[in-house]
């Protein structure tokens, strides 16, 4: 069985390239599942200098979403996009397996 797929939108991938540019980093952005948040469990997003040897790579225009094998069982299936808005602009989730979500957007439960 082939693991669930995990993908960048096209604007998350532009975005994730615009960051590491600046800070002179590989366009790899790390994904990664941690307990907390409003919902039970929150996501959290960092720039990645590569992927580590059982992490989980999507590609998009030449970006990597990265995740690793416990954070993938919670998160199998998602889109990261990025959306702007009023409230500020962040990465965001779209995650087929939340059971419950909460009004920030950066927490779900299961």
């Known amino acids: 069985m082939n693991a669930p797929t995990l993908s960048l939108t096209p604007n998350a991938a532009k975005r994730v ?3 590491a ?3 002179a980093k590989p366009a ?4 990664s599942v941690e307990g907390g948040g409003c919902s039970g469990f ?3 997003f960092d720039l990645a200098d590569g992927p580590d ?3 989980i790579v999507s590609e998009t225009d030449g970006v990597r ?3 690793d094998p416990v954070s993938l069982d919670l998160v199998a299936g998602s889109t990261v996009d990025f959306v702007e ?3 500020g602009a962040a990465f965001k989730v779209e995650n087929p397996q939340a059971a419950a979500g909460c009004g920030c957007g ?5």
Request: proline fraction near 0%; charge should be neutral.
């Open 17 to 19: 390239a615009t960051i």
């Open 21 to 23: 540019e600046k800070q």
């Open 28 to 31: 790899i952005l790390r994904l």
């Open 42 to 44: 929150q996501y959290k």
């Open 53 to 55: 040897g059982d992490d």
């Open 65 to 67: 979403l990265v995740v």
């Open 85 to 87: 808005s009023l409230g």
């Open 106 to 110: 950066s927490s779900f439960g299961i």
